[in-house]
């Protein structure tokens, strides 16, 4: 006789969660890894910021000036080109430069650079400011976050807490702060002739080797003392770049990217959830979360739109599981679109979800969740295709009188059973109403047709 068993996956469910493990400690392993080398001492440090103005860029510049401050550096060259980006960002970055314990110059370049709009605040709060040829600096006027003007109260008190910012920054540095405020206020730009001659940067320098020589000798004011630039043009030069996890992050560094890895991650993990036995998603699911994560450290970020989305994959769960008739999944969708739409805290159209892609999404998923996995459960309610439990309802004949114990043939194989209506005669047909180990429960069937031995009985 065949006896056909069902065995729980407990070594199944113990590769998942090493693999699991092995998945965290791949990330900690990454960040660990991508940590920046130190320089030498006495060095003169150059970073490259061509990117725009976001949190990357500040933990950026952040960190190399601490690197630098660390090793006692001579100065710390940053090579700006960029075309703004958020106010947060650049506050911090000109609030470190301003705090730094070495000089930091700015230098606008490579030709056909800008330092456009917050580019502008950053440039101008530096120690040393110099642009490349073919350079510009200028138009820091703030935008509404469809890209136009700020209108109303709002934008005047806007326009004028940045006007006030750049004639402060200007006017610590002993640059000119009237065209400073012209360029929040009338987004005012001016290529690198102008700019030297009007003092709103100290030079022009063709290259890195011009910059350090040209800044040699210049007395700079770090802090509370007066410091004079010496030595620059042969001290030894270390390229703090940007770090591998740094590059992934400025490259993720988009909210439409983490609202997505968001939303993966949720599905991943959910249908690892519905669907035990597929590994590769819960897996996925991990991997987007903990990039998410790291994302979503990059930008400005409403934790309230977070909780939303973390919430419409609630919904849908219980959607699957508890049968709502549509109306959990109905809510589950527009929780993610929602939380899609102020995922950001930002009023920066760069910085903000698309909301063509946010709709999109949560139609896509709530139509999965309420097609797919519900046809994938129903599908697991059904009986079993194989093994004992698909004997149940199966029609057998009596091999031996039941008083209740005897023996039936169902399918072809001889099975010990007890009759609920005991005596059954032998030659009775019955019926399979349960399975208890390797012993069958069997009923009379009612208006049984007279006995006959099944096709192929012994």
Not at 98 to 116: E, F, H, L, T
Not at 138 to 145: D, E, L, Q, S, Y
Not at 158 to 170: C, T
């Amino acid at each position: 006789m065949e006896r056909r068993l069902r065995y729980p996956r407990t070594s199944a469910n113990r590769q998942r969660l090493r693999l699991l493990a092995a998945a965290f400690l791949l990330a900690a392993g990454l960040t660990g890894a991508c940590a920046q080398r130190t320089g030498s001492r006495g060095a003169v440090y150059i970073l490259t910021a061509n990117f725009e103005v976001n949190p990357v860029m500040q933990r950026y510049i952040d960190r190399g000036i601490g690197d630098a401050e660390r090793n006692n550096a001579k100065a710390v060259v940053i090579k700006l080109d960029t075309p703004g980006g958020l106010s947060d960002s650049m506050d911090k970055i000109v609030q470190r430069i301003q705090a730094a314990k070495v000089p930091v110059i700015v230098y606008v370049s490579p030709s056909g650079g800008r330092a456009a709009s917050a580019g502008t605040f950053i440039t101008m709060s530096a120690h040393v400011a110099a642009m490349a040829p073919g350079t510009e600096i200028g138009a820091a006027h703030p935008v509404a976050a469809g890209g136009g003007d700020i209108t109303g109260t709002l934008g005047t008190k806007v326009e004028n807490d940045a006007a006030a910012k750049a004639r402060a920054i200007a006017e610590a540095r002993g640059r000119n702060a009237d065209w400073a405020e012209a360029a929040v206020r009338q987004s005012v730009s001016a290529p690198v002739s102008e700019a030297v001659q009007k003092r709103i940067v100290d030079y022009q320098a063709d290259s890195i080797d011009q910059l350090l020589q040209k800044a040699d000798g210049r007395t700079v004011r770090v802090g509370q003392r007066s410091l004079t630039l010496t030595g620059l043009e042969f001290a030894p030069r270390v390229e703090d770049n940007l770090t591998f996890l740094e590059r992934v992050l400025n490259v993720l560094s988009d909210p439409n990217i983490a609202f997505l890895l968001l939303s993966l991650g949720g599905l991943g993990l959910l249908i690892e959830l519905v669907h035990p036995g597929v590994f590769f998603p819960g897996v996925f699911g991990v991997i987007s979360l903990i990039l998410a994560l790291f994302v979503l450290g990059t930008l400005p970020v409403n934790w309230a739109g977070v909780g939303l989305i973390g919430l419409a994959f609630v919904l849908f769960a219980m959607e699957v599981y508890v049968g709502g008739f549509g109306a959990l999944g109905v809510g589950g969708a527009v929780s993610l679109i929602a939380g899609g739409l102020i995922l950001t805290s930002s009023s920066n159209p760069d910085f903000q979800v698309s909301r063509w892609l946010v709709v999109t999404t949560g139609a896509v998923v709530a139509a999965f969740f309420l097609l797919f996995v519900g046809a994938l459960l129903r599908a697991r309610r059904l009986p079993p295709a194989v093994g004992i439990e698909t004997l149940i309802g199966r029609l057998a004949v009596a091999r031996s009188d039941l008083a209740p114990r005897g023996f039936v043939f169902v399918e072809g194989e001889r099975w010990q059973a007890v009759a609920e209506d005991a005596p059954v005669r032998r030659g009775e047909h019955v019926v399979v109403t349960a399975v208890r180990g390797l012993t069958l429960t069997v009923r009379r069937r009612p208006s049984a047709p007279p006995p006959s031995a099944p096709a192929g009985a012994p």
